[in-house]
């Protein structure tokens, strides 16, 4: 792109001299990233200002400098001044990497919780019936059968236009992708438009960042208010927020609930769900009346995306949804001898309750125990600690409070907090290692037991004081098997 199609892209507010001829790029927010040549565009984070780092990007080689302030270079660079980075830079990056939302179907999910298995099983799904799809989310970037890891729920509005060029480059037909209400607030999903939006549900999450739950659902809702009218939006309208979400949306509305005619959980059991949704019966491996939605809306997205409805029931029966989401970790030997591990990602009060119920459910007798080793994040709200803790303690026989991602808090004031949750703590106990709390948890239990290992499920890192090390519950929990069952044998 040259300077002057960046400038009639643009439309600013003002500029300084350039050269109208002079191909630029590419577009960088991060003036670390900047090449000779580069276009940096200044940003106002929550927690940084990249108008400090202008100088930088200038003195790094960047030839367009995108910012909000007068400002003067006696370097040969073009200062292009506008009202709003932000509400640029999403639009930006998709021009400039040639508009690749508009060669895919979008398919964004949004909620607090379910976003990751549904993302994955129509993701799953399409592969599975021999479309060209590709994945962005919590767990992992997808590209066809290409894995890349993800830190975000939702990328950089430039990193999203990038990987949506190689998913396109790719020959990928369909884009299935998490979308956070940090994403929707920041305005990192602009520039493009989604053809499907799914809402899962909302319950207490991230209220560090959003203040209360009311503006934690307006940002939910900026999804389905940009949906264009020839779009679709699927919606839990069992969920209390539901119906607040499509208020004035002008897509075509898919309400589903499992309270209508037609819409049923036929069975929940250890192997797996029975359901029927619109008059189709559905089976699959996963378990729990929390899933049972998370298969209805993925089943829901692709009869939208045009898929027959018996075929999207035969690919669901041989899918498996996301990663470290009721993941059972198992030894390939002495399964009988061993405890029955779990693993899973709730972190919130109400998944937190939506996994113990469904592994509460599956006790087979009152010897049998359902144990839960948990604990909260840190630097992040508070006041969902105690809440967790009796989530924990109504469903749970004993509990385990342990250490999660602490970031810069102590672990031990994060537990306290959490303990203070409880209304008795006869059958709870506080272990601030991880490591060792999984390992004491397996090693005390029976080998009828359940054991719950919760808050991190596909992380493979515990990030402390700014730094991420290492750590992934499942490869811990194997360890702790492994040495069970020798001590057994």
């Known amino acids: 792109m040259t300077i002057q199609e960046l400038i009639e892209f643009i439309n600013p507010l003002d500029t300084s001299k350039y050269q109208s001829d ?8 991060d003036s670390r990233q ?5 276009v940096f565009i200044a940003i106002r984070g929550h927690e940084v200002d990249g ?3 202008m100088e930088d990007a200038i003195y790094r080689g960047a030839k367009v400098v995108i910012c909000e302030e007068s400002f003067y270079s006696d370097e040969d660079v073009c200062i292009i001044e506008v009202e709003n980075t932000r509400s640029l830079i999403g639009p930006l990056a998709h021009k400039m990497a040639g508009n690749p939302a508009n060669q895919l179907k979008v398919v964004g999910i949004t909620g607090t919780n379910g976003k990751t298995t549904t993302a994955t099983l129509v993701y799953q799904i399409l592969m599975e019936c021999g479309y060209k ?3 962005l989310g919590t767990v992992a970037k997808k590209i066809l059968d290409e894995t890349i890891d993800s830190k975000l729920t939702t990328s950089d509005p430039i990193e999203l236009a990038s990987d949506m060029r190689a998913m396109v480059d790719a020959g990928s037909q369909y884009l299935v992708m998490e979308v956070s209400s940090h994403a929707l607030h920041q305005e990192r999903v602009n520039g493009f438009s989604f053809d499907i939006g799914v809402f899962t549900n909302l ?8 203040n209360n739950i009311e503006e934690y659902a307006a940002a939910k809702k900026l999804l389905f208010d940009r949906l264009p009218a020839d779009g679709t939006a699927i919606v839990n309208v069992d969920d209390a927020y539901g119906k607040r979400m499509i208020a004035q949306c002008d897509a ?13 959980i036929l069975s929940n059991t250890a192997e797996g769900l029975q359901l029927k949704v619109h008059g189709q019966e559905l089976s ?9 939605y998370n298969i209805a809306q993925a089943y829901l997205v692709c009869e939208a995306l045009s898929l027959d409805s018996a075929v999207i029931a035969d690919a669901l029966t041989k899918v498996d949804g996301a990663p470290g989401r009721m993941e059972n970790v198992t030894l390939e030997s002495g399964k009988d001898k061993l405890p029955t591990v779990i693993v899973d990602y709730a972190h919130t009060p109400d998944a937190l309750e939506n996994v113990l119920t469904t592994l509460k459910s599956l006790k087979e007798g009152t010897d049998q125990k359902l144990i839960c080793v948990f604990g909260a994040g840190g630097d992040r709200d508070t006041s969902k600690r105690p809440k967790m803790a009796q989530a924990a303690e109504q469903f749970a026989d004993l509990v385990i409070v342990t250490s999660d991602n602490p970031r810069t808090e102590n672990p031990d004031v994060i537990i306290a907090d959490i303990l203070q949750g409880f209304e008795s703590t006869e059958n709870v106990s506080s272990i601030t290692s991880r490591d060792e709390a999984i390992k004491y948890a397996i090693q005390t239990a029976n080998a009828s037991d359940i054991i719950l290992i919760a808050g991190k499920g596909h992380e493979n890192y515990q990030e402390i004081n700014g730094e991420r090390h290492h750590f992934d519950d499942r490869e811990v929990a194997r360890e702790a098997l492994t040495a069970k069952l020798g001590g057994l044998n």
């Open 133 to 135: 799809a590709s994945l």
């Open 51 to 53: 108008h400090a780092f």
């Open 34 to 38: 900047v090449t000779d040549g580069s």
């Open 252 to 264: 075509q509305l898919i309400k589903f609930s499992f309270e209508e005619e037609g819409n049923a």
């Open 284 to 292: 699959s491996s996963l378990s729990g009346n929390f899933n049972a």
């Open 203 to 210: 319950s207490q999450d991230h209220l560090d960042y959003h």
């Open 22 to 29: 002079t191909v630029v790029g590419p577009l960088v927010q």
